[in-house]
């Protein structure tokens, strides 16, 4: 059973366009939702976190919109750049779990073009 | 901002062998550290969650005398894959949690294991 639903799989944006990627949960004893960007070849980077009792958070060009009764978080990227091309992966903590460990949602390779 | 050091980036190794990868926290102390493996464009699926001075918890469906994970200090763990095959191959990465419930977790950049 997959907890976290991520999409789209895949994503091509315009360069300063916005990237939009959905994510959807349904443990609701999950208390904190990260989203990680990776690069081919390198490990995932914390990209910008937010909890539940707050319903947006803003850092730079990125922001998470939080949806707690439709349990449902996406990630916003402004003015998308070539840069930003890599993958982006959600991801939620469960309260429950102990100590710090992620549920990852699948994926999602954005493609970002000139 | 906290650094984890995973060590080799890549290993090519013989069916049978044996590899070891280092994770290290360099500016904080660890004491829990996840392993993970990812196949290529999929997600990372958490293999192990190693715990400073106890032993580790597996997930379900991972051999762990396979995939033998050590955490002897504060700072490092270790996976040894044991007797390596082809189907062993894959990307590894750990990632490092200080402790506190609010920590946030950090990735190294793995390692590409390939097994011939």
């Known amino acids: 059973q997959q907890q976290v639903k991520q999409s789209p799989q895949s994503l091509i944006v315009q360069k300063g366009g916005i990237s939009i990627i959905n994510c959807a949960y349904e443990n609701t004893a999950f208390d904190y939702f990260p989203w990680y960007q990776q690069f081919p070849g390198k490990g995932p980077a914390l990209l910008i976190a937010?909890?539940?009792?707050?319903s947006e958070k803003k850092e730079g060009r990125f922001t998470i919109s939080f949806n707690k009764s439709a349990k449902q978080f996406s990630l916003h990227i402004m003015d998308s750049q070539p840069g930003d091309s890599a993958t982006y992966f959600c991801a939620a903590k469960d309260s429950g779990a102990g100590s710090y460990q992620l549920t990852f949602g699948k994926g999602t390779k954005l493609s970002v073009i000139p | 901002g906290a650094v984890v050091s995973q060590h080799p980036s890549w290993v090519i190794c013989k069916s049978g062998t044996s590899v070891k990868i280092e994770c290290r926290s360099l500016d904080f102390q660890a004491t829990t550290m996840f392993w993970y493996r990812q196949f290529p464009k999929q997600s990372l699926m958490l293999m192990a969650t190693?715990?400073?001075?106890?032993?580790?918890?597996?997930e379900q469906g991972v051999e762990k005398d396979k995939f033998l994970i050590n955490h002897a200090s504060l700072t490092l763990s270790t996976l040894t894959v044991t007797s390596a095959h082809p189907e062993d191959s894959s990307f590894y990465i750990c990632s490092a949690s200080a402790g506190a419930t609010n920590s946030p977790l950090h990735f190294g950049n793995g390692t590409r294991l390939t097994v011939t």
């Open positions: 937010i909890r539940p009792d707050v």
């Open positions: 190693s715990n400073e001075g106890s032993k580790a918890t597996y």
